[in-house]
C-alpha cells in the first residue's frame, strides 16, 4: 500500500512537472510567436511603400469629396448621403492605418509630384465644380465622380494584393478592391435611377 502511494505520488508530481514545463514552452511559444508577427508586419517592398503613399491622398480626398457632400445638407439625395458617410467611416480608419506605415518604414507619406493630376484623383476644376454644386445637383456629381474615384482606387489595390509584400497593406487592398467594387456597383445602380 506504501509502495501504491510512492507511485502515485511521483506520477503527480511527473504530471505537474509536465504541466509547468509545458506552460512555459507555451509562454515561449505565444512570445515567439508575438515577435514574429511584429517581424512579418514590418516586412515590406517598394510596391507596399507606393500603394501607402499613392492610398494616402486619394482617400484623404474621398473624405473631402464626401464633406463636400454632406455639408450641402437636406436638399441632397438621402441615399448619396448615407454613401458618403459609409466611404468617410471605412476611410478614415484607413488613412491612420497607412500613415502608420509609412512612419514604421520610414518613408515620406507622399511620393513626389503626387496631386490632383495622379490617375483617378479629381481635379481642381473637379472639386470646385463639386463644391458649387447645388443640393440637388451634388449628389449625381458626387456619384460621377467618386466611381471614377473608386475604379483608381480598385486598380491600385489589385496592383497592391499582386505585387506586395507586407500582409497587413495586402489585406487591406484585398478589403479596399471588394468593398469599392462593390460601391461602384451601388453608386451606378443609384446613378440609372436618377
Not at 454632406?70 to 459609409?86: E, F, I, S, Y
Request: aromatic share 2%.
Amino acid at each position: 500500500m506504501n509502495r501504491t502511494k510512492i507511485t502515485l505520488a511521483a506520477a503527480a508530481a511527473l504530471a505537474v512537472g509536465l504541466s509547468l514545463a509545458g506552460c512555459s514552452t507555451g509562454s515561449n511559444q505565444a512570445a515567439d510567436t508575438s515577435s514574429s508577427t511584429s517581424a512579418a508586419a514590418s516586412v515590406h517592398n517598394d510596391q507596399d511603400v507606393m500603394f501607402a503613399q499613392g492610398m494616402l491622398p486619394h482617400h484623404k480626398q474621398a473624405i473631402e469629396m464626401s464633406d463636400m457632400l454632406l455639408d450641402k445638407g437636406d436638399g441632397v439625395n438621402a441615399d448619396v448621403a448615407t454613401l458618403a458617410k459609409q466611404i468617410k467611416a471605412e476611410q478614415d480608419p484607413e488613412i491612420t492605418k497607412l500613415t502608420s506605415w509609412l512612419k514604421a518604414w520610414d518613408a515620406d507619406d507622399s511620393m513626389s509630384g503626387m496631386d490632383h493630376s495622379m490617375s483617378g484623383m479629381m481635379s481642381d476644376s473637379d472639386m470646385t465644380a463639386l463644391d458649387t454644386a447645388s443640393a440637388k445637383d451634388a449628389g449625381k456629381l458626387f456619384l460621377q465622380q467618386m466611381i471614377e474615384h473608386h475604379t483608381s482606387a480598385v486598380d491600385m489595390a489589385k496592383t497592391e494584393v499582386d505585387k506586395g509584400k507586407n500582409t497587413d497593406a495586402v489585406a487591406m487592398a484585398k478589403s479596399i478592391v471588394s468593398s469599392q467594387t462593390e460601391q461602384i456597383t451601388q453608386m451606378q445602380d443609384m446613378l440609372a435611377s436618377m
